[in-house]
């Protein structure tokens, strides 16, 4: 669940260091999914990041400022693009 640090304000640090932590995390899993939960993606920087570091093609629903995405294990399938095409 991706909800902190906070970033309402100009000197927040936001959430992009821990959105792009998450995806890789998840990328690199031994194997199986990884759900990633992003909150506040009403926010410019979490709605950018969230769509190009965890790809809109794992996002697998959303519900209000709550987004979840869907990451495959990167390891089980050697080449596997960083988002799906």
Do not use: Q, W
Not at 16 to 43: C, P, Q, S, W
Request: aromatic letters at 10%.
């Amino acid at each position: 669940m991706v909800d902190a640090p906070t970033g309402y304000h100009d000197e927040a640090p936001g959430r992009m260091k821990a959105i792009y932590t998450a995806g890789l995390m998840a990328r690199n899993r031994e194997e199986g999914e990884t759900d990633v939960f992003v909150h506040d993606v009403n926010r410019v920087v979490e709605d950018e990041f969230s769509k190009v570091f965890l790809c809109e093609g794992y996002l697998s629903e959303e519900e209000g400022r709550l987004r979840r995405f869907t990451i495959p294990s990167h390891r089980t399938r050697y080449g596997r693009p960083f988002c799906p095409l």
